[in-house]
């Protein structure tokens, strides 16, 4: 098993940049991911990284605007978000998946972290 740890969430003006992080303890190479829910909708898949290598997904609505990321000695992965906009808001939450391969759909992950709140204003 493992357990996730968002921080990173907070309030910024449309057009600004924020970065989220994911910090990872337990059992390693996993698949990791970046969902997103906002109110009355559904948890969207945002961002993932395969656990060797360098395959990456993209959602449409944010490729070119956010990375996805990790550093290896510490366990943990990021999320830089730039040219925020006021639908970007939402809970993000990261996902770990051991089993398959890379994925954008949420019942394919196994762990996932509490989320962390962000809030882009206009």
């Known amino acids: 098993q493992v357990h996730l740890v968002e921080s990173g969430g907070g309030l910024v003006q449309a057009g600004g940049s924020l970065r989220l992080s994911c910090t990872a303890s337990?059992?390693?190479?996993?698949?990791m991911g970046w969902f997103r829910q906002a109110p009355g909708k559904e948890r969207e898949f945002v961002a993932a990284?395969?656990?060797?290598?360098?395959?990456?997904l993209y959602a449409d609505s944010v490729k070119g605007r956010f990375t996805i990321s990790r550093d290896n000695a510490k366990n943990t992965l990021y999320l830089q978000m730039n040219s925020l906009k006021p639908e970007d808001t939402a809970v993000y939450y990261c996902?770990?998946?051991?089993?398959?391969?890379?994925?954008?759909?949420?019942?394919?992950?196994?762990?996932w972290g509490q989320g962390t709140q962000v809030t882009v204003s206009s």
């Open positions: 996902a770990a998946r051991y089993y398959g391969v890379v994925s954008a759909t949420r019942e394919e992950y196994d762990y």
């Open positions: 337990g059992r390693t190479l996993y698949h």
């Open positions: 990284l395969a656990s060797i290598g360098s395959k990456i």
